[in-house]
């Protein structure tokens, strides 16, 4: 077991002023391998500290120059992969085929970022319509961004806000999740070695009052926050309270609509991707899936099989597709949503009750039918790799149940006919939909509806968020 008592601030390891510890349980063997600082409040004051006092110097680099260490970056978390890899599965339980992606798509994800520099900051003058004049539109900076991170992707989803901050020209403190803090302490390695300036990037690992201490940080300009729908609430409630912008990327229980002319083949194996990705762990995932009446038998029993015969197992193993879920703590949560999927009268046709290891934070991969829409298996994030099926008699009312939802962040329409499908998903009150699949593009903006969220991520757009805008007019 390794035990850390230091955090990253101000361009180095010094050690936490917090003497809580914080222990990271290996969900496969559930023993645990490393203790890290639990930091408190003044760990958030030290690291916010040292972020706002570089905040000058990096905002009036050129952004040329911002992005080339970006991607400095995105080279030394290549060299890192095989590690990073290594630790994701460890930490998280995540099976090696998924946690090698890891690395390779934060690197990708760097260097798209750093792509946009020229367009985010091109000069803009704009014509005044209403009278003689022009405006010259400049883009400054938030400050310090507060990002904070979940579990279930610990080093993509600390990438995807820690790219855009960065080149945005944002210092930034990072709070990841308690349960995998070993990933960002990587990552942090990787920093260090690339040489960006003291205080630009920093790192607290902790629980709640160290995400409570950062959001509420008078010194901070920005947050970014990817987790639970409730903590979202009250950071957006907070956020709101010191008129402090935000970006809440939340829960979501998308729906994957298979049209009629579904083609069998083409849903089921893309089921897994869609549905199950990361043993279920996916705010994505596409949890409830509507199949048309009168082939609900057919399409079932074909993503079913699929389901049945994905392996399941050490993540260590290459042919792993389910591992482990988290923590005690989620599997039993998981768990207890199986059975409450009986106890409301759905029928599980894959999985259902019951440990399938001795050894290990499993649960038995679950598909339900003779579902309805208001059941909890239904409306709640599971989080796990829990697949709810419902029927519907005509495309209206698949559109109808895949909106009746409180959430909006994901979707999917399976169909032959490729415009019947996209005429579908327009119609899905959801940030991002698939067709024929389901996989978000880095290119493309990232924004969740209803209780999914505010704010965007990933693309030019994402990269706005960490930005404020100045108009200097002009006469003539």
């Not at 579904?262 to 705010?283: E, H, P, Y």
């Not at 596409?286 to 082939?295: E, G, K, Q, S, V």
């Not at 409301?344 to 649960?363: K, L």
């Not at 829409?373 to 895949?402: K, Q, S």
């Amino acid at each position: 077991m390794h035990t850390y008592d230091t955090v990253f601030i101000d361009g180095d390891w010094r050690p936490a002023l917090s003497r809580r510890r914080l222990s990271v349980v290996d969900p496969f063997t559930e023993q645990t391998i490393a203790e890290v600082p639990d930091g408190g409040a003044a760990d958030i004051d030290a690291a916010v500290t040292a972020a706002d006092r570089a905040f000058a110097g990096w905002r009036d680099a050129r952004p040329a120059e911002r992005a080339a260490l970006v991607v400095r970056l995105a080279d030394e978390l290549e060299r890192r992969a095989d590690q990073l890899a290594r630790v994701i599965m460890r930490e998280n339980g995540t099976p090696i085929s998924e946690a090698r992606h890891a690395p390779v798509q934060a690197a990708a994800h760097l260097r798209l970022v750093a792509g946009l520099a020229d367009e985010a900051f091109a000069d803009d003058v704009r014509l005044n319509p209403l009278s003689p004049g022009r405006s010259r539109v400049l883009r400054t900076p938030l400050g310090v961004a507060g990002l904070i991170t979940p579990w279930n992707y610990p080093l993509s989803l600390i990438v995807v806000k820690l790219a855009p901050a960065l080149v945005a020209g944002c210092t930034v403190v990072i709070k990841p999740a308690p349960e995998t803090p070993l990933a960002a302490r990587e990552l942090m390695d990787a920093v260090r070695s690339v040489g960006f300036p003291p205080g630009v990037v920093n790192l607290v690992t902790g629980g709640v009052e160290a995400g409570q201490a950062l959001v509420e940080h008078p010194k901070v300009g920005k947050i970014s926050f990817t987790g639970s729908t409730a903590a979202g609430r009250w950071i957006g409630e907070a956020a709101g309270r010191l008129l402090r912008p935000v970006t809440l990327e939340l829960g979501g229980k998308s729906a994957a609509v298979a049209l009629p002319d579904t083609d069998a083949t083409v849903l089921a194996g893309n089921i897994l991707k869609v549905a199950m990705r990361n043993t279920g762990q996916t705010c994505k995932a596409c949890t409830r899936l509507l199949l048309p009446h009168d082939r609900a038998e057919e399409l079932t029993e074909a993503v079913a099989e699929t389901i049945a015969a994905a392996p399941l197992g050490d993540p260590s193993d290459p042919s792993t597709f389910f591992g482990p879920l988290v923590s005690r703590r989620h599997r039993d949560r998981v768990a207890e949503y199986i059975r409450l999927g009986i106890d409301e009268g759905a029928h599980p046709i894959v999985g259902g009750v019951g440990a399938p290891r001795g050894r290990g934070f499993f649960v038995r991969p679950t598909v339900f039918v003779n579902a309805e829409n208001t059941m909890r298996i239904a409306r709640e994030e599971i989080f796990g790799p829990v697949l709810t099926v419902l029927t519907y008699r005509d495309v209206d009312e698949a559109v109808r149940l895949a909106n009746d939802s409180p959430y909006g962040l994901a979707g999917a329409v399976f169909g032959r006919d490729e415009d019947a499908a996209t005429a579908v998903a327009r119609r899905i009150d959801t940030g991002t939909v698939g067709i024929n699949q389901y996989g978000s593009n880095a290119a493309a903006p990232f924004s969740g509806h209803k209780d999914s969220g505010v704010g965007t991520e990933f693309g030019l757009e994402g990269l706005a968020s960490y930005l404020s805008y100045t108009s200097i007019h002009y006469a003539g």
